[in-house]
């Protein structure tokens, strides 16, 4: 565990706040899982820090900064799996450069899909692992992306 986290913080990786670390570590395990292993070194590379976002944003992805920001008072205050859906979608954004799905998708544009996330979790899954594929892509026109 010291030596994972060491290795997530060392000079070739971006910074990692503290408490996103399970979740980075648990989203790379999914994506190894779904057959994403060559999407892991953009997650290690990305700066992920907690931040006071304004408004309703609970996450934010700064695609052409390499960087994710967390909304600090959602981040302590959320589930876990809201942690990891969220932590999931922004990576979507980041690293897979997925545009928003809806209604029932991970990249669904508002709020978390909890308790329903926990429920048909298998479902979602693979909506997210497929969409990596089959979705639109996002046309970056803006410098983030919630
Ligand atoms: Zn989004």
């Known amino acids: 565990m010291l030596a994972l986290l060491l290795n997530l913080r060392s000079t070739e990786k971006g910074f990692k706040a503290e408490a996103t670390i399970p979740y980075v570590e648990r989203s790379i395990e999914l994506y ?3 057959g994403k292993s060559a ?3 953009k997650i290690n590379a990305l700066e992920i ?3 006071n976002l304004s408004g309703k944003h609970i996450g934010l992805c700064y695609p052409f900064q390499d960087k994710i920001e967390l909304d600090r008072d959602f981040w302590i205050t959320a589930t876990d799996a809201e942690k990891e859906e969220v932590m999931l979608h922004e990576l979507g954004h980041c690293v ?3 545009d928003h799905s809806e209604p029932f ?3 669904q ?3 978390t899909l909890f308790p329903l996330y926990t429920s048909l979790y298998q479902e979602f899954m693979d909506e997210y692992f497929d969409c990596s594929i089959m979705c639109p892509k996002v046309e970056w026109d ?3 992306y919630d």
Do not use: H
Request: charged share 20%; aromatic share 10%; no cysteine.
């Open 96 to 98: 897979l450069d997925l």
């Open 39 to 41: 999407y892991v070194s």
């Open 142 to 144: 803006g410098s983030k």
């Open 32 to 34: 190894k899982l779904y």
């Open 49 to 51: 820090r907690l931040a």
């Open 109 to 111: 544009a508002t709020g």
């Open 105 to 107: 998708s991970i990249m």
